[in-house]
């Protein structure tokens, strides 16, 4: 059983970073893709960022392209989610999950297996 533990959400201004980060248990971490979604109130969950199993690359969508960095240490299971020049409109709770294929990573969400419990990322104006 796979098991992923985002930390690093919090309150934060406009304009302000945040680093997610997602620890994961098991062995065969570095074997699978990983990915970032969120979900803000009364909106559906959406895909932020994914990252390849070897880390060569990497996929967001629009809104967050310049501002969000997704990278992850094989070593330590983790994978991280650096969030820049934060908006209103980013808050939402932040999930990392387990891409399932042995392909190129997806935003769909129903390409990914396993997922965190979320952290809340909150931007105040």
């Known amino acids: 059983q796979v098991q992923l533990v985002e930390s690093g959400g919090g309150l934060v201004q406009a304009g302000g970073s945040l680093k997610l980060s997602c620890a994961a248990s098991g062995r065969t971490f570095s074997s699978y893709g990983m990915g970032w979604f969120r979900q803000a109130p009364g909106k559906e969950r959406e895909f932020v960022a994914a990252m390849s199993w070897s880390g060569r690359s990497t996929s967001y969508v629009d809104s967050v392209k310049g501002r969000f960095t997704i990278s992850r240490d094989n070593a330590k299971n983790t994978v991280y989610l650096q969030m820049n020049s934060l908006k209103p409109e980013d808050t939402a709770v932040y999930y990392c999950?387990?891409?399932?294929?042995?392909?190129?990573?997806?935003?769909?969400?129903?390409?990914?297996?396993?997922w965190g419990q979320g952290t809340q990322v909150t931007v105040s104006s």
């Open positions: 999950a387990r891409f399932r294929l042995s392909a190129a990573v997806t935003p769909n969400a129903d390409d990914y297996d396993y």
